[in-house]
């Protein structure tokens, strides 16, 4: 289930610093927290993250767009997984493999 949290303001450079100084502690920790009036969003990076960043100088005015992303990759151990077929019930060798269920994976 998709959710979007979306928070603008105008602040000092010191302020947007910590901001992104926050924002830095989350992702090395691994859990990111967002949190404005009654909104919530809790985040948990993946292992390998995405970093854009586009930046635009003009004559009276400049802009830094950050984005950060990454796919969601879950673990399955093999052993957790039964395949059956009609009658026969076989259980997958016992090992560890990286199963994408982000959408349109496998097709």
């Known amino acids: 289930?998709?959710?979007n949290f979306e928070y603008s303001r105008a602040a000092?450079?010191?302020?947007?610093?910590?901001?992104?100084?926050?924002?830095?502690?989350?992702?090395?920790r691994g859990e990111v927290s967002l949190e404005s009036g009654e909104r919530t969003l809790r985040l948990a990076p993946?292992?390998?993250?995405?970093?854009?960043?586009?930046v635009t100088q003009k004559p009276?005015?400049?802009r830094?767009?950050?984005?950060?992303?990454?796919?969601r990759h879950l673990v399955v151990k093999a052993s957790e997984l039964r395949v059956e077929v009609g009658a026969h019930r076989r259980r997958a060798p016992s090992t560890t493999a990286p199963l994408d269920r982000s959408p349109g994976a496998g097709h």
């Open 64 to 71: 830094i767009e950050i984005e950060i992303g990454w796919k």
């Open 1 to 3: 289930m998709a959710k």
């Open 46 to 54: 993946a292992q390998e993250i995405k970093l854009e960043l586009k």
């Open 60 to 62: 009276h005015k400049g």
């Open 12 to 28: 000092s450079p010191e302020e947007i610093a910590e901001y992104l100084s926050l924002l830095s502690a989350g992702l090395k």
